[in-house]
């Protein structure tokens, strides 16, 4: 079973950068398709990217293209989300998760693990 937990998160200014991680302790990471979700106070939760099983394929919100890259190192069973040009609204816990069902990548339903989150804050 997969057990993710996620790092990196922090506080930036409008304009800086944050990568953040998400690593799977059980070791059966290589067999799954990534995500990296969002949200906000009072929001739904947001997709934000994902990732094929070999990172060959990686596909992202229409507001995260040019800024965020998402990348995985199955080695070290991690996933990554490396994030640019960083904006206020961009301020939210960002979620790591495991697909486990087929559909499309940016439905939350098609994930059944997911980490417990980290919060990025940007200042404006």
């Known amino acids: 079973q997969v057990q993710l937990v996620e790092a990196g998160g922090g506080v930036v200014q409008a304009g800086g950068s944050l990568r953040l991680s998400c690593a799977d302790f059980?070791?059966?990471?290589?067999?799954?398709?990534m995500g990296w979700f969002r949200q906000s106070p009072g929001k739904e939760r947001e997709f934000v990217a994902a990732?094929?099983?070999?990172?060959?394929?990686?596909y992202y919100a229409d507001s995260m293209k040019g800024r965020f890259t998402i990348s995985r190192d199955n080695a070290n069973n991690t996933v990554y989300l490396q994030m640019n040009s960083l904006k206020p609204e961009d301020t939210a816990v960002y979620y790591c998760?495991?697909?486990?069902?087929?559909?499309?990548?940016?439905?939350?339903?098609?994930?059944?693990?997911w980490g417990q989150g980290t919060q990025v804050t940007v200042s404006s």
């Open positions: 998760a495991a697909r486990f069902y087929s559909g499309d990548y940016s439905r939350p339903a098609v994930y059944r693990v």
């Open positions: 059980c070791g059966s990471f290589s067999y799954y398709a």
């Open positions: 990732i094929n099983t070999n990172g060959a394929s990686t």
